[in-house]
C-alpha cells in the first residue's frame, strides 16, 4: 500500500509540474510579428482579430479585396492585410519579399498556415483526379510554398510555424482530395519539425474537429455532390441507387448536429502555440475530435472501418456492372 501511495503522489506530481510547465508565457508579445494565411472568414479570421488585441503585429493574408476590407474595418492599425493565392508561387514569393522589408531585423515570430478548402466530398468511384487537384494545391501545396518562403525570417527570430490539419489528416472520413492533403501536411509538419529544431524554431500542428465554417458549409457541399452525381455512369447510379443522393444528404443534415459552433478552442491552441515558452507538438480542437476521431484514429483498421462504414449510407446495388 505505501508502494502504491508513492505512485500516486509521484503521479500528481508530475501532472501539477506538467500543467505547471504548460502555463509559462512569453513575456510580450508587442514586438513580434505574425502572418496568418486564410483570414476572409472562418479560423484565420478570428485568430487575426484576437491576435490583433491581444498586441501582436498582425500580417493577415486574405484571398479577396473584400475579406481584408472587412478585416481592416474591426481591427487596429496596427494589423496590416495583404491579398494572397497560396497556389500562385509568384504571388507567394513576392509577399513574403514584402513581409521581410516590413519586419526587418526582428524577423517573423509566428507563422500560422491556415489557408484550406475542402474540395469535393464524395465517394472515391464518382471522381477524376482533377477532383482532387484544388484541395491538394491549396492544403499543401500553399502551405509549403509559404512555409519555405518564409523560414528564413522565421531563423531570425527563432520563431513558431503552426500548420493548421485536421482530424482527416488523422482518420479518412470520405472521398475526395480534402483527406489525401491533410495526410500529407501531418507528414510535413514532422519532417519540418525535427529540420527547425537546431534553428530553435518550434513547429506545431493543429487538428481541429468539425467546426461550422465556409470551408464545411453543407449548401456547398450538396451542391458540389450533386453535380457530380448528374454526370455519372448509368451503371454507377445503378449500383448506388436513386435514391443514394437524398439518404447521403439526409445523413449530411443529421450528422451536422455535433458540428462544433466555438471556433475560438482553434484559436486558443493557435494562442498556446504561439505564446507559450513549451508549445506543444500537436493540438486538438472540438470535443468530437477529442472523444472519437483523434481516439478512433489509433484503434485497428477493423474497428475504424466498422464504426466508419456504419455512418454511410447502404447501397442498393453494388454488384451490377
Known sequence: MLVLFWVLALLVLCTLLWNYKGQL?????????????GCDTGFGNLAARTFDKKGFRVIAACLTE???????????????TV??????????????QWVKSHVGNKGLWGLINNAGVLGVLAPTDWLTVNDYREPIEVNLFGLIDVTLNMLPLLKKARGRVINVSSVGGRLAFGGGGYT?????VEGFNDSLRRDMKA???????????????ELADPKKTTEKKLAIWEHLSPDIKQQYGEDYIEKSLHKLKNNTCSVNLDLSLVVECMDHALTSIFPKTRYTAGKDAKTFWIPLSHMPSVLQDFLLLKQKVELANPKAV
Open 25 to 37: 508565457k512569453i513575456a510580450d508579445v508587442t514586438d513580434k510579428y505574425i502572418f496568418i494565411t
Open 66 to 80: 473584400s475579406g481584408a476590407t472587412a478585416l481592416k474595418a474591426t481591427t487596429s492599425d496596427r494589423l496590416h
Open 83 to 96: 491579398l494572397l493565392d497560396v497556389t500562385d508561387p509568384e504571388n507567394v514569393k513576392k509577399t513574403a
Open 180 to 184: 489525401p492533403s491533410k495526410y500529407a
Open 199 to 213: 534553428f530553435g524554431v518550434h513547429v506545431s500542428c493543429i487538428e481541429p474537429g468539425l467546426f461550422k465554417t
